[in-house]
Every structure is written in C-alpha cells, then in structure tokens.
DNA sequence: ACCTGAACACCGTTCAAGT
DNA sequence: ACCTGAACACCGTTCAAGT
C-alpha cells in the first residue's frame, strides 16, 4: 500500500558512526547534536541510543571510524626508518582528512581495534627491520606524540595555503590579542607563517632518526 | 540597611576566566556552562556577558589563563640545549596542571599576550645561544609540537601512577574494545604501560638535540 | 556600568508506547 | 528489534528592564 517506506534501509552502530564523522567533518564539533544526526540519517534522535551508549559513545565511535580509515601498507618501504616516516606520515594524513574532528584523537580515551593493528603492524616491522623490541616501543611512542602533536599544532596555528604578505598578516591578526605590542607581533608572524609545513613536519622526524644513527 | 551586600566584589573578565579554568580544573570540560560558572560567582549566567564575548570567548578565555601561568627562568639555564630542554619541559608542566582544560590548548585558534610572550623569550635565548634566526625558530615550531603532543598523548593513553601488574591491566581494558583478540590486547599493554613516562619523553628530546650536533 | 527576569530555540536523555 | 511521542532538566543567548 505505502510506496514512500519502499527504501528505508535500517540503522546500524556502522552507518551512524560514518554519518556523524561526515557530519562532524561539514558542519564542526560544536554543531553535531543527537537531534540533528538523527535528522541526518531520516530518523529521530532518540532512536540513536539504539545504536550507540550517548553522545559520549558517540564521540569515542568518531575516533573509530577515524582509525578505521588508515590503510596499513602491504609492502615494507626500505629499513626501519623508512617505516618510520611512512607511520607519522599516515598520522598526519589522518588529521588531515579530518581538521574538525582531529582533537578527538587525543581526548578521548579509547584505542580502537584499528589503533592496536595499526601500532602492532609497524612494531612488527621495525623489530623486523633490527631494533630490539624495548626500542621498538620507546620510539613508537615518542613518534606518535609527535605526529599527532604536530598535526594538531599546525591546524590550529600554522598558514597552511600559499602565502603572501597580506594573507599572513591577517592569519596572524585573527588569533593575536587586540593591542598586541609590535615586537611580539612580529614574533607570531616569524613562528606562524613563511614556512614549508611538509619539510617543517620532516625536520623532527630527520632530527630523530639522525639522533639515533649518532647515539646508538 | 543591607548588611549581606557588603563583600560583593565587582566582577571582572579576569576574575571569571580564573574562575572558569578552577570550574574545568575539578569538574571537568563538558560540565562547564554558563549558567553554572555564573552561580560559582554569585551571579545569573548572563551576567557573564557582560565580561566575555559568549562561551566561544570564554573557551579562548581559559586558554589565556593557563599560557598565563608559564612563568619565564630569569636566568639562562646551560647553553641552548638546556634551553630547549627547559622550554618543552614548561609545556608538559602546564598540561599537566590542567589536564581536563589541556586539548583547549591544541584546539583553540588563539594566541594569547603570555604565549607570544614565552616564544620570544626562548626565540632570544636560541640565538642568542648561538643559532640562526630561521634555526631558531623551526626548532621551536618542532618541539613545541612535540611537547604538547606527548603531553596530550600520555594524558590519554598511558598509565601514569605506580604500575603493578592488574592496575596496568585494568588501565588497558578500560579503553579497549571488548572483544579485541588476545595479541592485540598484548600490544596495547606493551604500548601502554610499563615506561618511566619522564625518560620516554626526555627521549624525544635527546634524540632531536643529539641529531642536531651530528646533523650540523 | 553592571546585573536580572523573562523568554527563546535547542540540547541530552528517559521511558512507556507503538509496530 | 527498532522507532516514536511526550516529557524532563539543562543549555546558550537575547533583550528590555531594573539599579
């Protein structure tokens, strides 16, 4: 009798987990609401709790379907320090992908299948590549933190398209106080801008495998 | 007449954003309202407007406060190394007094007086020490990155009191899925748990310093 | 100049009721 | 098993009104 129902196809903790991420990455953090995904995804909010604990579970699904995403390369690319470049690398694309949603990578608690598979694979692959398993872990961590941590710095901070004088300067000026002194003005343009963010984000995972060669 | 309105005293953009940075401090960032840091001040919620632009202001607001609180050595402290040492460990300092207020820092696209402050500083410490200019600040920009990053990362992820074996397990399986496989359980312990956190971090550090002195 | 009352649309969450 | 209506306390924000 009804045509209109024909295409309703049904809810799943997947399908929300992947609309809210979309969501998130259209309209920011702060606009994602019970009520209006559930709009989103032809259904009223309440019916979310189907499918997810809360808004909490909610976010911590965020950070799922985010790890969910990165793809593990079936190749290994040269020595050990080559997986180590292709590991950052990949942490810094994933943050990338996803500006709005990024901080959630390191707020929220939880450590996705994803995550473990992704951090097993690449200590696999260094151990194989030499380093001694306590090694292995001490530099996977320390990576990480960078990685993550640089991405997040440079979204929040950094110039990131082609920049000319009068794009820099008003990059600075919509994030420096009203009446800022001039010298510390100038300070927020010389760190802010004029620089390449790739060979910028290289220069700490050179320092560091360069660190390594020296010191044994 | 009244004797109850005598202490009233007048409120103040700083007094609130102090206010609101205790408020994030024991309850948390989601449990932060305006109607709620108003009653904190004796005060309706909308009153807070009359000092703060609205909760997107008072958000930044909270950033200022912490940068606020980075105090500057007097002193030189060593050459440059010790510089940079004293200024990534400044960084880790601040996130950890206000672990609950801390992603703010990574997330809000503000630069407050106390933060251009603190990288002039260290800029002038640099190269002073020594280095060029363009060194001085891509060093900076490097371990800035690093430093917050780390911070946020063990915050989240790694266990940080005494580690016994059950508490260490406990820690793991609290943020992993149920269900995750045996070896995956494994690599998050392993990457988790059982690292004296100050030594990990001070890794990342000596690594990029001593691939500096070998780099040139 | 600063605070309040009243009001608004919106939010997360619950639960009994529908199918 | 999944979705909805109705309802709740709470949220950010506005504005005219008080002092």
Same mark, same amino acid.
Request: proline fraction near 0%; charged fraction near 10%.
């Given at each position: 009798m009804s045509v209109t129902t024909a295409t309703r196809e049904p809810l799943s903790r997947e399908r929300v987990l992947r609309a809210a991420l979309v969501y998130v990455d259209e309209?920011? !953090?702060?606009?994602?609401s019970m009520h209006k995904l559930g709009a989103e995804l032809?259904?009223?909010?309440?019916? !979310?709790y189907n499918h997810v604990t809360g808004k909490d579970g909610l976010l911590d699904g965020i950070v799922e379907a985010m790890w969910a995403e990165v793809a593990l390369p079936a190749e290994p690319v040269g020595d050990w320090r080559g997986e180590v470049r292709a590991l950052v690398r990949s942490l810094r694309d994933l943050v990338h992908r996803h500006p709005a949603a990024a901080p959630l990578l390191l707020s929220r608690p939880v450590m996705p299948t994803s995550a473990l598979e992704f951090y097993d694979h690449y200590l696999r692959r260094l151990t194989d590549g030499g380093l001694r398993q306590q090694r292995a872990v001490e530099l996977l961590r320390t990576v990480t933190a960078y990685g993550f941590g640089f991405a997040l710095a440079e979204l929040t901070w950094l110039e990131t398209d082609s920049p000319d004088d009068l794009r820099s300067f008003r990059h600075v000026s919509e994030r420096v106080p009203a009446g800022t002194p001039d010298h510390l003005v100038r300070t927020a343009l010389l760190v802010c801008t004029g620089c390449d963010m790739n060979a910028q984000f290289d220069l700490g995972i050179d320092l560091m495998l360069r660190g390594l060669d020296a010191g044994g």
């Open positions: 309209h920011g !953090l702060a606009a994602l032809g259904v009223k909010g309440m019916s !979310l």
